[in-house]
């Protein structure tokens, strides 16, 4: 078995384990891939293991890999800010969006979905941790924005997504996603949207997604526990690339 193989295999073990401990269904999160940084061909092995659904963040390096990987069944989610000037291609060429924070965004992603492909299925993203440096809308406006983007013909809000200040505090790690969990079961009630509909919670990552998991996580992201360290790369070099 090689590397990628074992670590999506622990990877697995590690989920289906936080699944059963919290009371949930073996397979009640699923794993998204998270491929930014890596080549195509570290893709296609995680592929070749059983890995069907894979993110990225940076558009302009994500375009050649769903070209190298056409050949290949994939569910493609980008995941992270998404800029004015990048919306046409994500609405066209991927199946997930996480990380919606303006209307603005959301009503481009509409606009230039395809007509031949589906809902584009959307995720806002919650700034549960109040930080400045982070992306997000603030948990006490995310109604609001949920209520705008429900509305829009072509996409689809599946529910949020969150990423937590990083911490070894697992009590800090459950309150923050517990408290994504709350925001999601209050936008049903205040949106009336059914639970079938408003389903998703995208939150939990290779350091936490056992407390994530435990508070409903839905997808966790994972990306150096499955294909290692990040190689370096200058921060100009990753905004020029999203």
Not at 55 to 76: F, I
Not at 211 to 219: D, P, V, W
Request: hydrophobic share 45%; charged share 20%.
């Amino acid at each position: 078995m090689g590397a990628i193989a074992a670590a999506l295999q622990a990877c697995q073990n590690r989920i289906a384990s936080a699944c059963q401990e919290a009371g949930r269904p073996a397979n009640c999160a699923r794993l998204i891939a998270v491929g930014k940084t890596f080549p195509a061909a570290a893709l296609r092995e995680a592929h070749a293991a059983g890995q069907r659904v894979f993110g990225e963040s940076y558009l302009q390096e994500a375009l050649p890999k769903l070209e190298q990987l056409a050949d290949l069944p994939l569910e493609w989610h980008f995941i992270g800010p998404v800029q004015s000037n990048k919306t046409r291609q994500i609405a066209a060429r991927f199946d997930w969006v996480h990380g919606i924070e303006r209307e603005k965004i959301a009503q481009r992603l509409s606009e230039q979905r395809p007509a031949n492909l589906p809902p584009l299925n959307v995720c806002i993203q919650v700034n549960v941790s109040a930080e400045a440096s982070k992306s997000g809308v603030a948990p006490e406006a995310a109604l609001e924005l949920a209520g705008a983007i429900a509305v829009l013909p072509n996409l689809r809000l599946r529910g949020f997504m969150t990423i937590p200040e990083p911490t070894q505090d697992i009590e800090l790690q459950h309150r923050r996603f517990r408290q994504a969990a709350e925001l999601l079961q209050t936008a049903r009630t205040t949106l009336g949207v059914s639970a079938i509909d408003l389903d998703t919670l995208s939150m939990g990552m290779s350091a936490d997604l056992e407390a994530a998991i435990h508070e409903g996580a839905t997808l966790v992201r994972v990306g150096t526990a499955i294909f290692g360290a990040r190689p370096t790369m200058e921060n100009n070099t990753l905004e020029q690339a999203r």
